[in-house]
């Protein structure tokens, strides 16, 4: 168990979220750094870069099953175990993904490595009302979100460069490495921080019913159904931005990785901007804003990918700008929908993890269905999520 608030010191809460942050980064590196890869992979499993975006996919939706899965065995049997379970999952599935013999393969494990990964993210999640109080929740998650900020920042350079001197099997072996790394740090400093309760049940019918009452709770239901319609934004960039960069704008593999890389800056500095609001203002405020700050961005460029305005820099200023505010948005809306619960902490935690990457997933899928190319797709989807998560919330604060 870890000690008790008020005895950490600032040293060893700013280790905890760094060890939480690692974690944390898990997904992210496993989607951002095979990016620039796709048309190497294409080339090697004799098929084509659309057929290998599917990996993606699988990876998304089976990250959104994961998350639902762990949260009621992260509350029955503590946070460590089931984050091992889910790790060594990964472990596994990642060294086949980097021997694939063909992309049915590949597209499979991935769906594998990510029922893994998801562990990671959902016990991360559920620690951070495990060891730092509610009213500092916002500050906390705007922190892991600045370590996540480390993924996108340097995955798709990292994966690019890897990509001349190496094959891209390389790439997924890395991932291994990181990855153990990471469960090795995870075992001997991160502290359990929840009691095993024996009294959660797991068969379906109790824990139907679990996530049944979790998710009645109006505060949960607005703040995760409608970040989840507003960070769908993000996913749909990470699912069509080799489309949109390397197919539409003709940039290479490497200054893909560049752009990806300027991008989370957008992504990190929304979530860092967040940490001094959250000084002036509280998160329901912040949390609104930043999604009427949204709407008006994304229309700016559905009108400009309507009308084929944007260049390159047009692009990149207004993805730039969206993914500032879903770094703002997120921070808040964790805190808000996880601030109700306890006992049923991890469960809270997974459900909120399942219904934001299965509507993400979703989203991004339409996104690359539909029968248009370039990014007036991606501006579609971006617009018509943001619409629909500022109707949600505007229909709590009516009743």
């Known amino acids: 168990m870890t000690e008790p608030i008020a005895t950490r010191s600032k040293g060893q809460n700013a280790f905890l979220i760094f060890i939480l942050g690692l974690l944390s980064t898990i997904t992210p590196f496993s989607i951002d ?3 620039p890869s796709f048309q190497a992979i294409a080339n090697d499993l004799n098929t084509n870069v659309t057929r290998v975006s599917f990996s993606v ?10 998350q639902i899965l762990y949260g009621p065995f992260l509350d029955r049997y503590g946070r460590k175990r089931p984050l091992y379970l889910g790790l060594t999952i990964y472990l596994i599935s990642t060294l086949v993904c980097a021997f694939a013999p063909t992309v049915e393969v590949l597209i499979g494990f991935r769906f594998i490595q990510a029922l893994g990964g998801a562990a990671a993210s959902v016990a991360a999640t559920a620690m951070v009302r495990d060891f730092f109080p509610i009213k500092d929740g916002p500050k906390v998650f705007s922190l892991l979100m600045l370590i996540l900020g480390v993924s996108p920042l340097l995955a798709p350079t990292v994966g690019s460069m890897m990509l001349m001197h190496f094959h891209w099997s390389a790439i997924f072996i890395t991932l291994t490495a990181i990855t153990f790394l990471i469960l090795l740090v995870t ?4 502290p359990e921080g929840h009691t095993p309760d024996p009294s959660i049940r797991l068969q379906i019918a109790p824990v139907a019913k ?5 998710l009645s709770n109006q505060q949960f239901y ?8 507003s960070f769908a934004g993000l996913f749909v960039y990470i699912a069509q931005s080799p489309a949109i960069f390397m197919n539409e704008l003709h940039v290479s593999t490497r200054t893909y990785g560049l752009i990806f890389a300027l991008l989370s800056v957008g992504v990190i500095g929304g979530s ?6 959250g000084k002036w203002f509280e998160s329901r405020k912040v949390y609104k804003t930043a999604l009427q700050m949204q709407i008006a961005v994304g229309f700016i ?6 009308f084929r305005w944007y260049g390159l820099t047009g692009t990149i200023a207004c993805l730039f700008a969206i993914l500032a505010c ?21 469960s809270a935690a997974s459900l909120q993890g399942f219904l934001r990457m299965g509507i993400g997933a979703l989203l991004s899928a339409i996104a690359g269905l539909w029968p248009v190319p370039g990014s007036l797709p991606t501006a579609m989807v971006v617009m018509a999520s943001t619409l629909i998560a500022y109707v949600i919330l505007s229909s709590k604060r009516r009743s």
Do not use: C, W
Request: without cysteine; positive net charge.
């Open 33 to 35: 750094m095979y990016l």
């Open 187 to 190: 075992a001997f400093f991160l």
């Open 272 to 277: 860092q901007v967040n940490l001094l609001l």
């Open 301 to 306: 460029f559905l009108v400009g990918a309507s």
């Open 222 to 229: 607005t703040y995760t159904i409608s970040s989840s319609f």
């Open 326 to 346: 879903a770094g703002l948005t997120s921070p808040n809306a964790t805190a808000l929908s996880l601030a109700p619960f306890s006992k049923n902490l991890g």
């Open 57 to 66: 996919s699988s990876y998304f939706l089976g990250y959104a099953l994961g």
């Open 210 to 214: 679990e996530f049944k009452a979790i």
